[in-house]
């Protein structure tokens, strides 16, 4: 549960689901989102903290 | 969700009837005000008791090693701080709030002992798989959400069968007498206090009146029951300024 490299908690990912679709979340380490296809939202992260609310999340582009 | 709300339908923000799409906005502008002296002020204008009532829901809790906690609207940490001292396992610390997180994050970390995962959530729209936690608790916040029955259902979908939901919130005063008292304290001391301690006095007028407009302990167990929570139970504290609820998934 290291926040100072600004790397999601692993034992937290586990758990965590979209919010508005409760489907999985796929980690994007290099964007720094959690991606979740089923709702085609990206969730982003910020210094180690999931931004998990739905206005704070960025639309899935075609193809994305 | 059985019921959806639309955001033209008004609620409560203190005494003030507010479209429940404005609400949220205006609870984050309340917070982000208040968030850098947040846990002096709460010292302020609760003499001090809110520690008190703060151990008395752990002590109702008795956290465990094995026990994972979701602290929701958890702000700068101190309940999960608790949880930790009290032998607790591992908390998620959520709120709504970004500056409320991050006031605590920058004096806590040394003190989480690597336990403590952050993430910035809505009560009312959880992002947990189901049965992901052995409690969950929320104190101090409910009260500010705008769909409280919405978190009350998020918080039953996210526990694990035999978990258990547990709330400490302003509630009614029970001591007959002590009521002009208790008045004069709320709407003239604290809104002073918040003007001296944080600069901004209507921060604190919001919250007096938001405790008035909260349902009373019997209300307020009725909507736990309502969530699907079973074994309802809540106890005073301070003469019922403050109330425990709580409430298992069974």
Known sequence: ?64 | MNETRDATDTVAFGFSDVAAGEKPALVRGVFDSVAARYDVMNDAMSLGCHRLWKRALMNWLRPRADMRLLDLAGGTGDLARRFLDAGGGDVVLTDINEAMLAAGRGRARARDRGRVARALVDAECLPFAPHSFDAVTISFGIRNCTDIDAVLREARRVLRPGGRFLCLEFSRLALPGLEELYDAYSFRAIPAMGRLLTGDREAYVYLVESIRRFPDQQAFAAMLAGAGLARVEYRDLSGGIVAMHSGWKI
């Open chain 1, 1 to 64: 549960m290291d926040e100072d490299n600004h790397d999601v908690d692993p034992k937290l990912l586990e758990i965590l689901v979209c919010p508005l679709s409760k489907g999985p979340l796929r980690y994007d380490s290099k964007a720094r989102e959690l991606i979740s296809e089923r709702a085609r939202l990206a969730y982003p992260i910020r210094e180690g903290v999931p931004i998990l609310l739905i206005d704070e999340a960025r639309e899935l582009e075609d193809g994305e």
